[in-house]
């Protein structure tokens, strides 16, 4: 749900649509296809400053930005080539950001304006078994953060910067009455 507008927005599975409930709307309105070729389900859904929506997506690992105001659509295409998942969020100082999962876990960070990606931090193997853990979080100061066993780091645009100790994460959003 939008905070500023509060706008619900969903993905629905097997399909890979991106819908949208707007209160006082009589239905859902169905957008387009979050990526007619990589994506059958949207992973996660977050929103930019600027009010765009960034969906990450399932098989793919693929990420597409829906610009509410004009209805286009930027589709960027893979964030890695082997991992299937991504999970992106948006920091308060328009950082872009996604976690990949599931084989090799880690983070990739993507400049909005020019659709270039790279990992930033560390990254994991899960064939190790090391119980190594590494997680993208959004800190109670809007900014985005990786959390690993080699370190906290925050995400600042296409880089990473080691720092000594992360913020709270923000709360997971709730849907109003609960």
Not at 113 to 123: D, I, L, Q
């Amino acid at each position: 749900r939008s905070p500023t507008t509060g706008v619900l927005y969903c993905g629905s599975c097997y399909t890979g649509w991106l819908h949208r409930y707007a209160p006082g709307d009589a239905a859902i309105t169905d957008l387009a296809p979050v990526d007619e070729k990589l994506a059958t389900f949207p992973c996660r859904i977050d929103e930019a400053p600027d009010g765009c929506i960034y969906v990450g997506a399932y098989p793919g690992c693929c990420l597409s930005r829906y610009d509410p105001n004009t209805g286009d659509w930027t589709r960027f295409g893979r964030m890695d080539d082997t991992d299937m998942y991504f999970y992106p969020q948006c920091g308060a100082d328009g950082t872009v950001a996604g976690l990949v999962r599931m084989c090799r876990p880690h983070v990739v960070a993507l400049d909005p304006a020019t659709g270039e990606h790279r990992t930033v931090g560390p990254t994991l193997d899960t064939q190790q078994q090391s119980g190594d853990v590494l997680d993208l979080l959004k800190g109670d100061d809007g900014l985005l953060y990786i959390r690993s066993s080699a370190g906290n780091f925050r995400v600042s645009g296409l880089k990473a910067v080691p720092v000594p100790t992360l913020p709270e994460p923000v709360p997971a959003p709730r849907l109003p009455g609960g």
